[in-house]
């Protein structure tokens, strides 16, 4: 449970960074999945565990999603080419990025 509660307040801090930065950058973004129901749907931050952040963008804003980022030290993960990032989003919608190997983003 304590496992649970440390990961998911620093999963959500690091969340509202991104979604401060997004906002000030005019990129809308929809939080999706674990963040979202812990934060509607239980009591504590303890009672599910997240593996990940999940985060929707339109098509059209990942190069800015992207950008804004970075200067928060998160990472793209794979291949980082625009050809290849292409395609991941075609194949898997979706583009993976990491600020440390505890914390990852989709």
Not at 79 to 102: E, G, K, M, N
């Amino acid at each position: 449970y304590l496992h649970h509660v440390q990961g998911n307040l620093v999963r959500t801090a690091r969340l509202l960074a991104i979604l401060e930065r997004f906002e000030r950058a005019g990129i809308p973004a929809l939080v999706l999945k674990g963040a979202a129901l812990n934060q509607a749907y239980y009591r504590t931050q303890g009672e599910r565990g997240m593996a990940d952040v999940d985060l929707l963008v339109q098509p059209h804003d990942v190069p800015g999603a992207c950008e804004q980022l970075a200067p928060l030290g998160w990472m793209p993960g794979g291949d980082t080419t625009p050809l290849a990032q292409h395609a991941r989003l075609r194949v898997h919608h979706a583009l993976t990025f990491a600020a440390s190997p505890l914390l990852s983003l989709d």
